[in-house]
């Protein structure tokens, strides 16, 4: 599949903790975004890390990219139940190809 | 400035009825994508327009499918007799382009289309 894969499909833990979301792929890329989207509702643009990046912070928000493994992940520290959220990464492959994972559902308990 | 607008939010049709989907991208972007997301999955990409121009509709089904941007007003994706398998959400996302992929997207909140 083109999609490639997010890890794990479903995450739930408690406020406070830490939250990591994996994200795989197949083909090289230009760049990788990843994006939250709460139930029902539009995306939110979180971070966009470039193919010759490692790492990208924003707030609470790590990024950090792989490009021989073909893997990112994205790490929220100190959740909170406002991030409870679906997130997505997606590829940017060529120069229009966008392609998204499936999905990881994190829900945050207060 | 106000962000992607899609309308209508909401969308019911019977099956063979024809559905159209409007974006308006957000103000000085002139690069309009459409995306099909079915429950509890990730967006898959549908298209990807220009103003007045269709740059890459490889995930756009060939049959009853279609969208344009016009040079004046919304994009539009049209659906024609549609079927049941067509229900799902439809987002647009519009970016300022001329990066190619190095662009963020900015999404709209969506049409849920029924077909009954």
């Known amino acids: 599949s083109q999609q490639g894969e997010e890890d794990p499909q479903a995450l739930s833990i408690q406020e406070g903790e830490n939250a990591t979301m994996n994200c795989s792929y197949k083909?090289?890329?230009?760049?990788l975004q990843w994006y939250r989207q709460n139930s029902g509702r539009g995306l939110v643009h979180l971070i966009l890390i470039r193919s010759n990046e490692r790492e990208k912070h924003s707030g609470r928000l790590r990024v950090t990219l792989d490009t021989s493994k073909k893997s990112s992940s994205l790490l929220i520290t100190a959740s909170r139940a406002a991030d409870t959220a679906s997130y997505f990464c997606q590829r940017t492959s060529g120069t229009y190809k966008y392609i998204f994972g499936t999905g990881t559902r994190l829900k945050v308990l207060a | 400035n106000a962000g992607v607008m899609q309308n209508p939010r909401h969308l019911v049709r019977r099956r063979g009825q024809e559905a159209r989907l409007r974006c308006s991208p957000m103000?000085?972007?002139?690069?309009v994508y459409w995306y099909r997301q079915l429950p509890e999955e990730g967006l898959k990409f549908m298209v990807y327009l220009q103003k007045e121009n269709i740059i890459d509709e490889s995930g756009m089904p060939k049959e009853r499918f279609s969208a344009e941007f016009p040079k004046e007003g919304p994009s539009i994706l049209r659906i024609q007799q549609v079927v049941r398998g067509d229900s799902a959400a439809y987002f647009c996302a519009s970016s300022p382009g001329s990066r190619g992929g190095d662009n963020e997207q900015f999404f709209g909140p969506g049409t849920r289309l029924t077909v009954l």
């Open positions: 103000k000085g972007h002139s690069h």
């Open positions: 083909t090289s890329i230009n760049n």
